[in-house]
């Protein structure tokens, strides 16, 4: 959604392009852009998240073992899905930045991006948006159309949203014959901001800023080095999760299906299956496939406080700078991973000598999952003055629970591989265990919090600001508290 | 999104719920709750249309035949699919009703929301939350929290939110041992809305309103008889759009699979196919699957011009009333059954002899679901002073244009399907060359339009406002179209 959902994005200089653009007139067809971005965002988002179902049904024949061969297949795979979803996720930030100066769509505008959806590789259509948008500068976002520097806008958003494209275009005529270098250029795309932020910067070390300060202020506004839009990223966020959510009911009805016999056209157990799940007679259902059914509430419930500690934060993000955005991408590829983690505990039931590899790799996605998350608020609190509201700021009244919230995770599946590691033999318990504990400790949290911080309060002589993640707590501040949601005037 | 994304949502009292709730603190989480309801929607929508998979994957073993058998089976499944998609379409317009009640959250209520999404029938799940949200005022929407009569509302939201589950419960039992009641409690379900307005409507013939009037209008803004909230209306379709798109995706690769190996761990064509994909390099893809990507591109425009067709409306529409929330519902279960339509085309290198019948379903499939959305337009026009924007009424500017819009689609595949009954023998090309030949119909519709409106200019004095759809066009009328996107004071 590129609209503005919320008042800081009214206000703030992201959703600019887009309130800009919602008192025009729809005659001509002139439109706002904020529901096409928003479906843009989902369908990338599903189609990136989509790529693991090879991961997982690398699993899903009963016959097979879970051995080192696989293990080696399932890596190979693994990289391959997680090359994609970056790559796809590079196309989309590409797609961000396009429409951060394209304020303003008409009939053509739209069917040219649905193009674009089509091949995902954007290289033939957004050169066609690009061109077509500067050919009508009233579909631009009004600080580009007033500005006298169109041309020199319209060859550097031409170069970000191509070189990606191109770049992939070498990689697969690499790929024909050569590999690594394929290899190679992919990881160039998906690192290209990175290194273009390198390259500007050494470039303006050797030969000075390319433009004078005021025009490189203007450019700001689509330069790659520009923050994403935060709706955006929440947007394909909320995209990815969605969609994992789904692969799980997806794969109970794969796995169903595939111990039966593997896919013929006699899968009638499924559409019972569905009115099952969706009669609400989940005894019988369960009945019917018990440990499938309770690693799909496991898993579905790992997802789901995943988004819910992702949306927490967000909730507190003002704006999402560059490395955020790439450490969101990273959390988001291991959730894309969590259908994985599904496959392996649901199988218990058919390779239990696997039940070991299968809770650590759980453990382990998990893991990775949540830590970016952790990241993501490590890395905003170092700018905090940009990126974060006032309560969640070092002793803002937030700030401890919000550490609590992206620390659970975390630590809980730690302590579930380390467990693993001494109980072998219990892993399924220990694994079912924490899945069923944490949304409980989550329900909890605020008390819990609270307990601690009035615990460490009675402390607080000995600890001092050198340890500010629980130090000046400010509980059940309310009337004062209006002003974390507004955003300072940035 | 239950944000205002657009200035007459913000103005509109369909927003007023979430607008109501964005300025409050933070602290102690009381939260916003745009972002977790356009997360609901995307899940809700995926969900009630990944139910389409059982049905497409009738199709999907090479070796069996399009017999009347399978005719049957499909049948039955399509029923079963549907049913389904509508009872999960009514969940969410239950669960829209309940987050117009609840304006605010707070963690506890969003978890409480996850539960609900998770166990998809709402039953224990929505009651906790109307509990709860009750028990805690200040989470209301701020004209509940402040009226005197909270216990009433509670009372009838709770029976709103709890009719739907318990009779899908009740549904489930019956189904255990007696088939056609539990169909027949289902069919109850689905058509609730409607009923009760009868049931009520006769109720207020008979002993008079139960409430004074001023109360009842209190009540009505979550009664069952208000309008669903446009933007998770939008919300939701976007996300059935999304998935059907990702479907196609899903569908080739399944087939190739499928024609290899059905889900044996060695689909190593996948990744490679992801990979051309993703690269670029088309041609390779299309070679080694031609008729595959042909069958995908072709259904993947029909995706996208339908959801083209449906922002174009909704862009226009101001608000959704029951009627024609269900025609979208009914238009989004067609839109559902189109990889449906994908594996039948694309099945034609396998089983040449089904072409016929292959191309007449996907023709019937594309022309109920654009024949319902053209639907839901004269469903509004008949009320078009509180639906519609002045623009698309009868003689506004972008009247001819909308119609011109929603008519291409019935109007295509109804040809398609007539050609189909003289020329058999061409069926495939005839289909795919109407797939071909809409999108460019799309792009050139404008100019089309504006040529046919400039020869029935000539004929006006033929033709009076008995042909209004064709009558008194304006355009270029552009400077006091300001007007159009504002609502009126509703």
């Known amino acids: 959604m590129s609209g503005p959902r919320t008042p800081e994005l009214a206000l703030g200089g992201q959703g600019a392009s887009s309130t800009g653009s919602q008192d025009e007139d729809t005659a001509d067809g002139i439109q706002s852009s904020h529901r096409m971005l928003s479906f843009s965002d989902a369908l990338l988002s599903i189609i990136a998240t989509v790529m693991i179902l090879p991961v997982t049904h690398t699993e899903i024949s009963p016959e097979q073992e879970f051995d080192k061969s696989v293990q080696k297949l399932l890596a190979t795979r693994i990289a391959v899905y997680l090359m994609t979803f970056l790559i796809v996720t590079v196309a989309w930030a590409a797609h961000t930045r396009l429409f951060q100066v394209v304020g303003k769509i008409d009939d053509t505008l739209a069917l040219l991006n649905l193009a674009c959806m089509m091949s995902i590789t954007f290289l033939p259509f957004t050169a066609l948006i690009v061109v077509y948008a500067f050919h009508r500068p009233h579909l631009l976002s009004p600080q580009i159309e007033r500005s006298a520097h169109r041309a020199l806008y319209r060859q550097h958003i031409l170069g970000i949203v191509l070189r990606g494209p191109a770049l992939c275009l070498a990689a697969a005529g690499f790929s024909l014959f050569f590999y690594p270098v394929s290899y ?156 994985l983690a599904y496959q392996q505990t649901s199988a218990f039931a058919r390779r239990p000598h696997d039940e070991l590899e299968s809770v650590r790799v759980s453990c382990a996605i998990i893991f990775f999952a949540s830590i970016f998350q952790f990241a993501i608020w490590t890395t905003a609190l170092l700018q905090e003055g940009e990126t974060l509201q006032p309560s969640v700021r070092f002793g803002g009244q937030e700030h401890a629970f919000m550490f609590a919230k992206l620390t659970l995770y975390p630590g809980a599946s730690l302590l579930a591989f380390a467990c693993t590691c001494v109980l072998s033999s219990f892993s399924t318990a220990i694994f079912h265990a924490m899945q069923i504990a944490v949304p409980f400790t989550f329900l909890l949290l605020r008390l819990l919090v609270r307990l601690a911080l009035a615990g460490l309060r009675g402390l607080r002589g000995l600890r001092g600001p050198a340890r500010p993640t629980h130090t000046r707590p400010v509980p059940g501040a309310t009337d004062d508290a209006q002003s974390p949601l507004l955003p300072a005037p940035c």
Chains 1, 2 share one sequence.
């Open 184 to 339: 190679l250029l992919m990881a160039t795309v998906i690192f290209l901001p990175y290194v273009s932020k390198v390259a500007g910067w050494c470039r303006a070390r050797l030969v000075g800023p390319r433009e004078p300060p005021a025009h490189s202020l203007e450019i700001f506004t689509f330069d790659l080095h520009e923050p994403l839009s935060k709706e955006r990223v929440e947007a394909f966020s909320d995209g990815v999760y969605a969609i994992v959510a789904t692969l799980l009911i997806l794969d109970i009805w794969n796995l169903r299906t595939s111990e039966a016999r593997p896919f013929s056209e006699d899968n009638v157990p499924d559409s019972e299956d569905v009115k099952a799940k969706f009669h609400g007679s989940l005894v019988a259902a369960l009945g019917a496939s018990g440990p499938h059914f309770l690693a799909y509430f496991g898993s579905f419930a790992t997802v789901g406080l995943l988004w819910f500690a992702h949306h927490s934060l967000f909730l507190h993000i003002r704006k999402a700078t560059q490395p955020m955005g790439l450490l969101n991408t990273l959390s988001l590829a291991f959730v894309g991973g969590l259908p």
